[in-house]
């Protein structure tokens, strides 16, 4: 992923994270210090797949898709697809601030 070696994002440093919301998608944005960041979600039109069974197929993961027999197929689709099977927008994220050491509060002492 070329995203991670140009950000240094990684799941190790907390700056990359993988939510399974059932889309196939990625939001990105720049960093922020305010409670609310400027970005953007780039995904896979589902609509825009209709006339390519097999990638329909793929994207859905019914079973008329077979992986042995049409990934060659899928990922050729794919390529001649390009940016036009995607769809692109504008949206806002909601930013925790990091809290610091400073700011825990001790409940209780056993």
Not at 58 to 78: C, G, L, R
Request: net charge positive; hydrophobic share 40%.
């Amino acid at each position: 992923m070329h995203y991670r070696s140009l950000r240094i994002c990684t799941s190790g440093n907390h700056r990359l994270r993988i939510l399974p919301m059932g889309r196939f998608a990625i939001a990105m944005n720049r960093f922020s210090a305010d409670t609310v960041a400027e970005g953007v979600r780039i995904g896979m039109d589902p609509s825009t797949l209709k006339d390519t069974p097999p990638l329909d197929a793929w994207f859905a993961n019914t079973p008329a898709f077979d992986k042995h027999s049409m990934k060659k197929q899928v990922v050729y689709e794919i390529l001649k697809k390009g940016r036009d099977m995607l769809f692109y927008e504008r949206i806002r994220i909601p930013i925790n601030p990091k809290r610091k050491v400073g700011d825990w509060i001790l409940l209780s002492m056993s």
